[in-house]
């Protein structure tokens, strides 16, 4: 009934302009890999893995990853270390078992640790039925530690964990995150399996403990502050320098909860670029429409929405129009209130308003923290929730370079000779590990020396590219008006100075998930309307 009446009032205020989309979990329509690699003559790397390893997931379990498997995929493809959290039954073991063979079918080291024998025993049985498929070979033991997978227990890992230290192991997976969590000895058993020394370990401890210091001292002593600052930056340089000179492997935890003690989270991250992955708060049913800002009479859309309804500010707008909307709102008889404070929310719980308006942030109080499926019903945004960095500084990050230099293939710019020549510039910097990348930008930044001739020779090739992106950028955006970087925008601003506007999708998938929350085991149906100032963000 509540889609119906949007409909059927679509005319009334031109809804006739929204341009539709529906997002489900389970019924996304993807693009076929092929035609995504088709659509560039510079492609991404990770989208031939990707592809192949598409693939090799069919060839073992006779049906391709579905959306968020692909997702993950993507990411362990880039060589990222994290931890998949999610409800059961939602396909992670079953990835994590085919990745392990796509590694071990290259003939690399994979250790699969679980926390019990009757576990290894059953992972064994399926690892061994898909492995035939591929063959790869599936071992319940150390001896000896040769090319296939390793399914082990927690207890076997710590008592053999000397004779890791030497073997060269490319990836350990955990299908029990609660427990490396829990166990300092379990997550040192497996570091050390990965190829990190005690010393490594000590330093991240020292890094959490000084960042630590650093948020104390932040806002009480300036002086302190900058001298602790710069012992982190110069430890993290010690540590990266360090890292970089060896092969380290890539970690993959599966857990259900990701409940653990955040100390041992961090010093994951300091070694390994660690995240969680979490799609808990990101499974959701809504039906999606944008339309250009300013085509679309808000105060008519916000009275067909009706009651229950979110609307969103982007932070460029400001508070200022945050007011003005809500006096707006009231002008037309709806009930509205800002949402600076929780006790907002009680009044839509109690019926004292029907629409509550906020600025789009993560943690907003719009954002987050909101369940209320009966009345909550639908969202509107109010520009595109996103950053704005300058040029200079989103540059300052490789990676970041390289996604633009790929996006740069579309523009004019991809004939000339520069663009051609750094190609194979290109293809070698998007294959390397994030933390080389991070060793690249600490040496450019100057705050590290190169370690080696290897990394001597990225750092220079690295550079290049950075100021013919930059160059490039900087010309179109200000030829243009825009320019589209990939995962951002560039345009200048009325000063000349160019910025990056890079769309905050986490906020906005929080906050128009607000309007799509399980009840009675089913997720409800949410509409979100995005009112945007450039369709390319």
Same mark, same amino acid.
């Given at each position: 009934?509540?889609?119906?009446?949007?409909?059927?009032?679509?005319?009334?205020?031109?809804?006739?302009?929204?341009?539709?989309?529906?997002?489900?979990?389970?019924?996304?329509?993807?693009?076929?890999?092929?035609?995504?690699?088709?659509?560039?003559?510079?492609?991404?790397?990770?989208?031939?893995?990707?592809?192949?390893?598409?693939?090799?997931?069919?060839?073992?379990?006779?049906?391709?990853?579905?959306?968020?498997?692909?997702?993950?995929?993507?990411?362990?493809?880039?060589?990222?270390?994290?931890?998949?959290?999610?409800?059961?039954?939602?396909?992670?073991?079953?990835?994590?078992?085919v990745y392990g063979l796509f590694r071990a079918s290259s003939g690399e080291v994979v250790l699969y640790v679980v926390p019990t024998r009757s576990l290894v025993e059953q992972v064994v049985e399926r690892m061994t039925q898909l492995g035939s498929k591929v063959g790869v070979e599936v071992r319940s033991?150390?001896?000896?530690?040769?090319?296939?997978?390793?399914?082990?227990?927690?207890?076997?890992?710590?008592?053999?964990?000397?004779?890791?230290?030497?073997?060269?192991?490319?990836?350990?997976?955990?299908?029990?995150?609660?427990?490396?969590?829990?166990?300092?000895?379990?997550?040192?058993?497996?570091?050390?399996?990965?190829?990190?020394t005690a010393e490594d370990v000590n330093t991240a401890r020292n890094l959490i403990k000084l960042k630590q210091s650093a948020y104390a001292l932040k806002h009480a002593n300036a002086t302190r502050y900058k001298e602790v600052v710069k012992s982190i930056e110069e430890l993290e340089a010690s540590l990266?320098?360090?890292?970089?000179?060896?092969?380290?492997?890539?970690?993959?935890?599966?857990?259900?909860?990701?409940? #653990? %003690?955040?100390?041992? $989270?961090?010093?994951? /991250?300091? =070694?390994?670029?660690?995240?969680?992955?979490?799609? @808990?708060?990101? *499974?959701?049913?809504?039906?999606?429409?944008?339309?250009?800002?300013?085509?679309?009479?808000?105060?008519?859309?916000?009275?067909?929405? #009706? %009651?229950?309804?979110? $609307?969103?500010?982007? /932070?460029? =707008?400001?508070?200022?129009?945050?007011?003005?909307? @809500?006096?707006? *709102?009231?002008?037309?008889?709806?009930?509205?209130?800002?949402?600076?404070?929780?006790?907002?929310?009680?009044?839509?719980?109690?019926?004292?308003?029907?629409?509550?308006?906020?600025?789009?942030?993560?943690?907003?109080?719009?954002?987050?923290?909101?369940?209320?499926?009966?009345?909550?019903?639908?969202?509107?945004?109010?520009?595109?929730?996103?950053?704005?960095?300058?040029?200079?500084?989103?540059?300052?990050?490789?990676?970041?370079?390289?996604?633009?230099?790929?996006?740069?293939?579309?523009?004019?710019?991809?004939?000339?000779?520069?663009?051609?020549?750094?190609?194979?510039?290109?293809?070698?910097?998007?294959?390397?590990?994030?933390?080389?990348?991070?060793?690249?930008?600490?040496?450019?930044?100057?705050?590290?020396?190169?370690?080696?001739?290897?990394?001597?020779?990225?750092?220079?090739?690295?550079?290049?590219?950075?100021?013919?992106?930059?160059?490039?950028?900087?010309?179109?955006?200000?030829?243009?008006g825009w320019l589209n970087l990939g995962n951002a925008l560039a345009r200048p601003l009325e000063n000349g100075e160019i910025v990056v506007e890079i769309p905050d999708i986490y906020t906005y998938i929080q906050a128009s998930g607000r309007t799509s929350r399980l009840l009675n085991g089913r997720m409800?149906?949410?509409?979100?309307?995005?009112?945007?100032?450039?369709?390319?963000?």
């Amino acid at each position: 009934m509540f889609y119906k009446d949007l409909v059927l009032c679509s005319k009334s205020i031109g809804l006739d302009m929204l341009t539709y989309r529906h997002i489900c979990l389970d019924k996304l329509v993807e693009c076929d890999d092929v035609t995504l690699l088709e659509s560039s003559r510079v492609y991404d790397v990770v989208d031939g893995l990707l592809h192949e390893f598409s693939n090799f997931f069919e060839r073992t379990t006779g049906y391709p990853p579905w959306a968020m498997q692909r997702s993950w995929a993507r990411r362990m493809l880039a060589g990222e270390s994290f931890a998949l959290i999610a409800p059961t039954g939602v396909g992670k073991s079953t990835l994590l078992q085919v990745y392990g063979l796509f590694r071990a079918s290259s003939g690399e080291v994979v250790l699969y640790v679980v926390p019990t024998r009757s576990l290894v025993e059953q992972v064994v049985e399926r690892m061994t039925q898909l492995g035939s498929k591929v063959g790869v070979e599936v071992r319940s033991d150390l001896s000896p530690l040769t090319a296939g997978i390793h399914v082990v227990t927690h207890m076997l890992l710590f008592r053999k964990r000397k004779a890791l230290e030497s073997a060269s192991i490319s990836t350990v997976i955990v299908d029990d995150f609660d427990a490396i969590l829990k166990n300092s000895s379990l997550l040192d058993s497996i570091l050390s399996a990965l190829g990190f020394t005690a010393e490594d370990v000590n330093t991240a401890r020292n890094l959490i403990k000084l960042k630590q210091s650093a948020y104390a001292l932040k806002h009480a002593n300036a002086t302190r502050y900058k001298e602790v600052v710069k012992s982190i930056e110069e430890l993290e340089a010690s540590l990266l320098n360090s890292i970089s000179s060896r092969r380290v492997g890539q970690l993959l935890i599966a857990s259900a909860t990701g409940r #653990g %003690r955040k100390e041992r $989270v961090k010093i994951l /991250r300091e =070694l390994l670029g660690f995240e969680i992955g979490s799609i @808990v708060d990101y *499974l959701r049913n809504v039906r999606e429409f944008s339309a250009q800002i300013g085509t679309i009479d808000i105060a008519k859309l916000v009275k067909i929405m #009706g %009651r229950g309804t979110l $609307v969103f500010v982007s /932070r460029d =707008l400001g508070r200022n129009y945050v007011k003005k909307l @809500v006096e707006e *709102l009231e002008k037309d008889g709806i009930r509205a209130s800002i949402a600076h404070t929780p006790k907002a929310v009680e009044k839509l719980r109690k019926g004292d308003v029907d629409v509550l308006i906020g600025v789009a942030t993560y943690y907003g109080v719009l954002t987050r923290g909101i369940d209320e499926p009966t009345i909550i019903k639908s969202s509107i945004f109010v520009g595109t929730p996103k950053f704005a960095v300058p040029l200079d500084v989103y540059f300052s990050r490789t990676s970041n370079v390289i996604v633009s230099f790929r996006a740069l293939a579309s523009s004019p710019d991809s004939f000339s000779h520069d663009y051609v020549r750094l190609t194979k510039t290109y293809e070698t910097l998007s294959r390397l590990r994030p933390s080389v990348l991070k060793v690249i930008d600490l040496c450019l930044m100057g705050l590290l020396q190169p370690s080696s001739p290897h990394i001597e020779e990225l750092v220079a090739r690295a550079s290049e590219m950075r100021e013919y992106v930059l160059k490039t950028v900087k010309h179109s955006a200000s030829s243009v008006g825009w320019l589209n970087l990939g995962n951002a925008l560039a345009r200048p601003l009325e000063n000349g100075e160019i910025v990056v506007e890079i769309p905050d999708i986490y906020t906005y998938i929080q906050a128009s998930g607000r309007t799509s929350r399980l009840l009675n085991g089913r997720m409800t149906l949410g509409i979100s309307v995005l009112l945007y100032e450039n369709r390319h963000i």
